[in-house]
């Protein structure tokens, strides 16, 4: 079993629908909490970063963690064609710099 | 440059060649970490430098993978006896200090090992 679950679809919504984005992992040591977004044949960028649980918000994007169900969630709100990308979850303990990614999750968004 | 350059974009090779992946970091940042990401797959842990030492070289996969940092900047991921299951894009991140949540990828080197 992964340390780090992300269904990898790919998930297809009509423009301006709400996308949540799901991971499940298993190491309670997880701390940090990330999403990156990756296009075709380029790098992973950062979306949003969470420290421990609870919510953070930034513009149209809204990430969520619980650790007590080690569960973490990314919302899209108002969702856009060039939001269609993979979505990776990525997560780390406090003593390591080396990230546990999930197999990434694709999505398109139709308009 | 302004972002994380990687060198080759491709690389095409046989069976049992050796081969050389360039990284070169964010002008200033310390920690550079490479991964390796199979089609479908996640970005895969190989090792992260601190400075010029290897910090964590855990996901190494084998003796034939070998990564160096000489100075503290550039980084060569090497490859010895490349085998078909080598094939995959090789990712290379850079963070002003280790603990950055700031990683900037690279936009990698896809290798093909045929």
């Known amino acids: 079993q992964k340390e780090v679950e992300q269904d990898p679809g790919p998930l297809s919504v009509p423009e301006g629908a709400i996308v949540s984005l799901n991971c499940t992992y298993s190491?309670?040591?997880?701390?940090?909490f990330m999403w990156y977004r990756q296009y075709s044949r380029k790098g992973p960028e950062l979306l949003m970063y969470?420290?421990?649980?609870g919510n953070k918000e930034d513009g149209r994007f809204t990430a969520q963690v619980d650790k007590s169900s080690k569960y973490i969630s990314l919302f899209i709100r108002d969702s856009q064609p060039s939001d269609s990308a993979t979505y990776l979850c990525?997560?780390?303990?406090?003593?390591?710099?080396?990230?546990?990614f999930g197999q990434g999750t694709t999505l398109q968004v139709k308009p | 440059g302004a972002g994380v350059s990687q060198t080759p974009s491709n690389k095409v090779t046989e069976k049992g060649k050796y081969v050389e992946l360039r990284c070169d970091p964010i002008?200033?940042?310390?920690?550079l970490y490479w991964y390796r990401q199979s089609l479908g797959q996640g970005p895969e842990f190989l090792i992260y430098?601190?400075?010029?030492?290897?910090?964590?070289d855990s996901g190494l996969p084998n003796d034939r993978f070998f990564a160096v940092r000489p100075e503290g900047s550039v980084s060569t991921l090497k490859i010895q006896r490349t085998e078909r299951g080598d094939s995959a894009v090789y990712l290379c991140?850079?963070?002003?200090?280790?603990?950055?949540?700031?990683?900037?990828f690279g936009p990698g080197t896809r290798l093909t090992v045929l």
């Open positions: 991140a850079s963070s002003l200090v280790e603990g950055a949540e700031s990683k900037f």
């Open positions: 190491n309670s040591a997880f701390q940090y």
């Open positions: 969470t420290y421990s649980s």
């Open positions: 990525a997560m780390r303990t406090s003593n390591t710099g080396k990230l546990i």
């Open positions: 002008s200033g940042h310390t920690a």
């Open positions: 430098f601190q400075g010029t030492g290897a910090a964590d």
